[in-house]
């Protein structure tokens, strides 16, 4: 048994980042996930990082990530006969995923109408920049605009610099999982009560609704009518933020402990001046000036494994910033199990960032990686019935595209 | 219409902070009844605020820690402190103080009766309450639990604590997101970790149920919080895998090689320490959407050089391109240049500081704030709305966010049982409040 959706089928019509990121959670959770392909692949393999560099597309990392335990099949959803295929991979289906701008599907006569006539009890859930409905809902967006619209990019960075985003394509990622979670919701409604419906999810909501941030500030200015600036260059906390070390950085976070501070710095005469427990120091610059000084005196001595194996003892809140290699080498992500190694037809062997939960009734089974373009296509056409001879007209005709 | 796909399912809530409290709020938003488990002598930190904040807290001016209703603490301030309390929708509160033995059976009694039991506490912190997993299962065997340290159950690191931000800093995210030339130690906080905790959780929760209803099964879970936000920085990570390589600090610009990308000055209606900057995001992925800029732009000569045609080329020239963007944007009005590129085809989109949201027709079209009294009488304020449409089951905020202790009365006596007097008997002996006791900070 490959893990606890090992039952389920999803046909996944969604590409790029939010919406396959959403069905791989429900791949690695055991569930069968036919990725539906344009002729030409999913624009995420066109994305870097690549193997070696070489911009192949079955050598984008990001890719590999994205789109681990499903299968390929490749559908020109434009061609003439698409919607049959398409009608057959519906009646296997416990629910269906997209990701297309607003109106796209049922341009192709495959939209919700399409597939609501065909499996009543079906579900879509549709993921797109700003929602099915709304003046913005046909407008463009990427992970850096719609975090800049519904996140919390604003207050993010120096007030004397533009605000900056979080890496990469985080944004999207959030909204991934936020999604995966309506997935879910749906699957089990469908399974329940023999409901299908139209599931619209905006990724600019998810990040309106969600938790980094955004929750608070808002209150803040709806109870109080305070804003959320950016801060300006060199503005610390007490014993708060990122502070350099022997050999780099490390984040803190202590200042309602300042017991368990004590503590890991070995009870140091200057922080039993009373005059750190007043609360206003926190707020006192010459007070944050002089306890920090204190503070980076004791992290320069020390490089930031051992300020934290100290912080640890102590219990004191702190992290170190870590590289992109010194996480990918470090022994406790190494031990956990966490790195999954995963033989893959083009780039060999493989080693990824694995599944976050273990589930003690119902581990889950790596089946495979991500599949190369029109892998399981041929296979997929057999399970709907098709026969070699429809098979080889629908490749000839370019309908299906096969590996 | 039919029911909401969690209805029946009830949720013993023992979780704190942002992640834990945002992933219960999306299983009530998904119709499970999620009992908070709240405690008048212990303050679970990060969760509530501080249950007697000075008032020198109002001074600080940050909208995310001291915006308490009309700048005023008022009599529960742990009912409405501004960085917690819009996670508390479509849920309900009970108080008990579990550390007595009396209050671990009622605790014990509430688990018998809920099909999932969540929590979020650094390690350690249950065992020492003597409530694990073999705990749980003696009182409801096929309970579904969850369980997200920040770094796992075991390993040289299970005894971290931690926020959002450590384990940002941990799995490498803070220093791939710095500001390329500023020093480390100016990269602002995130806690974009939280938000992922929460979802992802939320997700193993109803796949556990769904293994549950076809085995009759419940489990324990156990999620890696730092491991889970890898998944934000999945390329970087893949990068090192595939090349041992470091990718570089990227800022705004693109990972993926699409250039032009950046958040771009627009006309100012105010300083900037009062955030009347204002801001514009672009991020042009196509040579089409290139062509719509620079069609929008009205052509001007620089970009009409051959070089900018390819993205190899806008990306080789990026520091040029940001240059010449920026100053044509800081022209406009942040609104006025949206909706202007978006008309041409280009990704854009303003940047919005918080206290706008409000303002916006298109979030003002999809509700995404609600009007709400809450228990105590600090006025009527727009609350967050879920997220989620399901037109057939339709998902509602049906609970404004929670007062401490507001389910009191509907636990002890409805769902748990008890009689008037055992309910005034628990409600002496302090179990059953409404306030924090005096002796929490």
């Given at each position: 048994?490959?893990?606890?959706?090992?039952?389920?089928?999803?046909?996944?019509?969604?590409?790029?980042?939010?919406?396959?990121?959403?069905?791989?959670?429900?791949?690695?959770?055991?569930?069968?996930?036919?990725?539906?392909?344009?002729?030409?692949?999913?624009?995420?393999?066109?994305?870097?990082?690549?193997?070696?560099?070489?911009?192949?597309?079955?050598?984008?990392?990001?890719?590999?990530?994205?789109?681990?335990?499903?299968?390929?099949?490749?559908?020109?959803?434009?061609?003439?006969?698409?919607?049959?295929?398409?009608?057959?991979?519906?009646?296997?289906?416990?629910?269906?995923?997209?990701?297309?701008?607003?109106?796209?599907?049922?341009?192709?006569?495959?939209?919700?109408?399409?597939?609501?006539?065909?499996?009543?009890?079906?579900?879509?859930?549709?993921?797109?920049?700003?929602?099915?409905?709304?003046?913005?809902?046909?407008?463009?967006?990427?992970?850096?605009?719609?975090?800049?619209?519904?996140?919390?990019?604003?207050?993010?960075?120096?007030?004397?610099?533009?605000?900056?985003?979080?890496?990469?394509?985080?944004a999207l990622v959030q909204s991934g999982g936020a999604a995966a979670t309506a997935v879910m919701a749906a699957l089990m409604i469908g399974a329940k009560q023999g409901i299908g419906q139209q599931v619209d999810i905006s990724i600019t909501d998810t990040h309106l609704g969600g938790a980094d941030r955004r929750h608070a500030t808002v209150?803040?200015?709806?109870?109080?009518?305070?804003?959320?600036?950016?801060?300006?260059?060199?503005?610390?906390?007490?014993?708060?933020?990122?502070?350099?070390?022997?050999?780099?950085?490390?984040?803190?976070?202590?200042?309602?402990?300042?017991?368990?501070?004590?503590?890991?710095?070995?009870?140091?005469?200057?922080?039993?001046?009373?005059?750190?427990?007043?609360?206003?120091?926190?707020?006192?610059?010459?007070?944050?000036?002089?306890?920090?000084?204190?503070?980076?005196?004791?992290?320069?001595?020390?490089?930031?494994?051992?300020?934290?194996?100290?912080?640890?003892?102590?219990?004191?809140?702190?992290?170190?910033?870590?590289?992109?290699?010194?996480?990918?080498?470090?022994?406790?992500?190494?031990?956990?199990?966490?790195?999954?190694?995963?033989?893959?037809?083009?780039?060999?062997?493989?080693?990824?960032?694995?599944?976050?939960?273990?589930?003690?009734?119902?581990?889950?089974?790596?089946?495979?990686?991500?599949?190369?373009?029109?892998?399981?296509?041929?296979?997929?056409?057999?399970?709907?019935?098709?026969?070699?001879?429809?098979?080889?007209?629908?490749?000839?005709?370019?309908?299906?595209?096969?590996? | 219409?039919?029911?909401?796909?969690?209805?029946?399912?009830?949720?013993?809530?023992?979780?704190?902070?942002?992640?834990?409290?945002?992933?219960?709020?999306?299983?009530?938003?998904?119709?499970?009844?999620?009992?908070?488990?709240?405690?008048?002598?212990?303050?679970?930190?990060?969760?509530?605020?501080?249950?007697?904040?000075?008032?020198?807290?109002?001074?600080?001016?940050?909208?995310?820690?001291?915006?308490?209703?009309?700048?005023?603490?008022?009599?529960?301030?742990?009912?409405?402190?501004?960085?917690?309390?819009?996670?508390?929708?479509?849920?309900?509160?009970?108080?008990?103080?579990?550390?007595?033995?009396?209050?671990?059976?009622?605790?014990?009694?509430?688990?018998?009766?809920?099909?999932?039991?969540?929590?979020?506490?650094?390690?350690?912190?249950?065992?020492?309450?003597?409530i694990d997993y073999d705990w749980l299962r003696d009182k409801r065997e096929d309970i579904v639990a969850l369980r997200m340290p920040a770094y796992g159950s075991s390993g040289p690191y299970r005894d971290a604590r931690a926020f959002g931000y450590h384990m940002e800093a941990v799995i490498g995210h803070t220093l791939l997101r710095s500001?390329?030339?500023?020093?480390?130690?100016?990269?602002?906080?995130?806690?974009?970790?939280?938000?992922?905790?929460?979802?992802?959780?939320?997700?193993?929760?109803?796949?556990?149920?769904?293994?549950?209803?076809?085995?009759?099964?419940?489990?324990?879970?156990?999620?890696?919080?730092?491991?889970?936000?890898?998944?934000?920085?999945?390329?970087?990570?893949?990068?090192?895998?595939?090349?041992?390589?470091?990718?570089?600090?990227?800022?705004?610009?693109?990972?993926?090689?699409?250039?032009?990308?950046?958040?771009?000055?627009?006309?100012?209606?105010?300083?900037?320490?009062?955030?009347?900057?204002?801001?514009?995001?672009?991020?042009?992925?196509?040579?089409?959407?290139?062509?719509?800029?620079?069609?929008?732009?009205?052509?001007?000569?620089?970009?009409?050089?051959?070089?900018?045609?390819?993205?190899?080329?806008?990306?080789?020239?990026?520091?040029?391109?940001?240059?010449?963007?920026?100053?044509?944007?800081?022209?406009?009005?942040?609104?006025?240049?949206?909706?202007?590129?978006?008309?041409?085809?280009?990704?854009?989109?303003?940047?919005?500081?918080?206290?706008?949201?409000?303002?916006?027709?298109?979030?003002?079209?999809?509700?995404?704030?609600?009007?709400?009294?809450?228990?105590?009488?600090?006025?009527?304020?727009?609350?967050?709305?879920?997220?989620?449409?399901?037109?057939?089951?339709?998902?509602?905020?049906?609970?404004?966010?929670?007062?401490?202790?507001?389910?009191?009365?509907?636990?002890?006596?409805?769902?748990?049982?008890?009689?008037?007097?055992?309910?005034?008997?628990?409600?002496?002996?302090?179990?059953?409040?409404?306030?924090?006791?005096?002796?929490?900070?």
């Open positions: 048994m490959p893990g606890p959706l090992d039952s389920v089928t999803v046909l996944d019509l969604t590409q790029y980042v939010a919406g396959p990121y959403a069905t791989k959670l429900l791949a690695d959770y055991g569930a069968d996930v036919i990725k539906v392909e344009r002729p030409g692949g999913d624009p995420a393999r066109a994305l870097p990082p690549f193997q070696d560099d070489d911009p192949d597309p079955e050598k984008s990392g990001t890719f590999f990530f994205l789109n681990s335990n499903k299968r390929s099949f490749v559908l020109d959803l434009k061609a003439e006969g698409a919607p049959e295929i398409l009608g057959r991979l519906l009646r296997i289906a416990d629910v269906v995923v997209e990701s297309f701008r607003p109106g796209t599907l049922d341009r192709l006569g495959v939209g919700w109408d399409f597939i609501h006539a065909r499996e009543p009890s079906l579900s879509l859930v549709s993921i797109t920049n700003f929602g099915q409905t709304g003046p913005y809902r046909d407008y463009r967006g990427t992970d850096l605009t719609l975090f800049g619209f519904g996140g919390e990019l604003f207050s993010q960075g120096v007030s004397e610099r533009a605000p900056v985003k979080l890496y990469g394509s985080a209150m803040g200015a709806e109870y109080a009518g305070l804003k959320s600036p950016r801060f300006p260059r060199g503005a610390q906390q007490l014993a708060m933020g990122i502070h350099p070390c022997a050999d780099g950085y490390v984040e803190m976070g202590s200042a309602d402990r300042l017991d368990r501070l004590a503590d890991m710095l070995g009870h140091p005469d200057w922080i039993r001046d009373p005059k750190w427990q007043d609360p206003r120091a926190r707020g006192d610059p010459d007070a944050i000036e002089e306890f920090n000084a204190h503070l980076l005196e004791w992290l320069m001595q020390r490089g930031k494994r051992e300020v934290w194996a100290e912080a640890r003892r102590a219990k004191v809140m702190c992290g170190p910033l870590f590289t992109v290699r010194e996480i990918f080498e470090d022994p406790h992500f190494r031990e956990s199990g966490f790195w999954q190694k995963i033989s893959h037809a083009v780039m060999g062997e493989v080693e990824m960032p694995g599944h976050p939960f273990t589930m003690h009734d119902s581990p889950v089974e790596w089946r495979c990686p991500a599949p190369l373009l029109g892998e399981h296509s041929a296979e997929i056409l057999g399970e709907l019935g098709y026969d070699h001879a429809e098979t080889d007209e629908l490749v000839a005709r370019g309908v299906v595209g096969v590996q | 219409m039919g029911t909401l796909p969690l209805s029946g399912v009830r949720i013993a809530d023992f979780t704190g902070v942002w992640a834990g409290s945002y992933l219960t709020m999306l299983l009530g938003d998904l119709g499970a009844e999620v009992i908070k488990i709240e405690n008048p002598y212990v303050l679970q930190p990060s969760t509530r605020g501080q249950a007697h904040p000075p008032e020198a807290i109002l001074e600080v001016r940050s909208a995310m820690g001291a915006g308490y209703p009309n700048l005023k603490l008022g009599s529960r301030p742990w009912n409405y402190c501004p960085t917690f309390v819009q996670l508390f929708r479509n849920k309900k509160s009970f108080t008990v103080d579990y550390r007595r033995p009396e209050g671990l059976d009622i605790l014990a009694r509430l688990v018998a009766k809920s099909d999932v039991f969540v929590e979020n506490s650094a390690a350690g912190t249950m065992e020492r309450l003597g500001d390329p030339d500023l020093d480390p130690s100016e990269t602002s906080l995130s806690l974009a970790g939280d938000f992922l905790a929460g979802t992802n959780a939320a997700l193993a929760i109803m796949v556990a149920l769904w293994h549950r209803d076809r085995t009759g099964r419940g489990q324990l879970i156990e999620m890696s919080q730092a491991e889970n936000a890898t998944g934000m920085i999945a390329p970087a990570l893949m990068q090192y895998a595939l090349n041992r390589t470091e990718p570089p600090i990227s800022g705004n610009r693109s990972i993926y090689g699409h250039a032009p990308q950046g958040v771009y000055p627009c006309r100012p209606v105010g300083p900037t320490e009062e955030a009347g900057d204002r801001w514009i995001a672009i991020s042009v992925i196509t040579d089409r959407e290139w062509l719509a800029l620079r069609e929008a732009m009205g052509d001007p000569e620089w970009a009409l050089v051959p070089e900018l045609d390819t993205p190899q080329g806008r990306v080789s020239q990026h520091d040029f391109l940001d240059k010449q963007l920026g100053a044509w944007t800081a022209r406009f009005d942040d609104y006025a240049l949206f909706h202007r590129l978006q008309a041409a085809g280009v990704p854009s989109a303003p940047v919005l500081e918080a206290s706008r949201v409000f303002d916006d027709p298109h979030i003002q079209a999809r509700e995404m704030y609600e009007a709400k009294d809450i228990q105590d009488d600090v006025g009527t304020f727009r609350y967050m709305a879920p997220f989620y449409n399901f037109p057939e089951t339709p998902v509602r905020f049906f609970q404004a966010p929670v007062a401490f202790g507001e389910h009191n009365e509907y636990v002890y006596k409805e769902l748990l049982g008890m009689s008037d007097d055992e309910f005034e008997r628990l409600r002496a002996d302090g179990h059953i409040r409404e306030e924090f006791d005096e002796s929490v900070p």
